[in-house]
Nanobody
């Protein structure tokens, strides 16, 4: 069992930056590929970014490519999402997730075994 706890959300003006963190506990972090998802009010939860077990391979949704960066520190059992040039449409609850099913992670929610509780990001215009 892996417990995931996100932090770092908040209110920011358009064009600003935030860094989200996700700390894993309960089991060793490195055997899991990790992902970030987000869910806006009234919308489906959607893929944002994923990172492989080693951290060498990353993927991004087109909507965040070039603005967001996913990183992981296996020694600290921590996943990060650096978000720059934020837009009002980035407003959502952001969730981190862990999967042992694939080395690279992926866009499908059903790939992921464990989820955090989410952290709210609000971008004002």
């Amino acid at each position: 069992q892996v417990q995931l706890v996100e932090s770092g959300g908040g209110l920011v003006q358009a064009g600003g930056s935030l860094r989200l963190s996700c700390v894993a506990s309960g089991r060793t972090f490195s055997p899991y590929a990790m992902g970030w998802f987000r869910q806006a009010p009234g919308k489906e939860r959607e893929f944002v970014s994923a990172i492989s077990k080693s951290g060498a391979s990353t993927s991004y949704a087109d909507s965040v490519k070039g603005r967001f960066t996913i990183l992981r520190d296996n020694a600290k059992n921590t996943l990060y999402l650096q978000m720059n040039s934020l837009k009002p449409e980035d407003t959502a609850v952001y969730y981190c997730a862990a999967t042992s099913k694939t080395y690279y992670g992926g866009e499908r929610k059903d790939l992921y075994d464990y989820w955090g509780q989410g952290t709210q990001v609000t971008v004002s215009s």
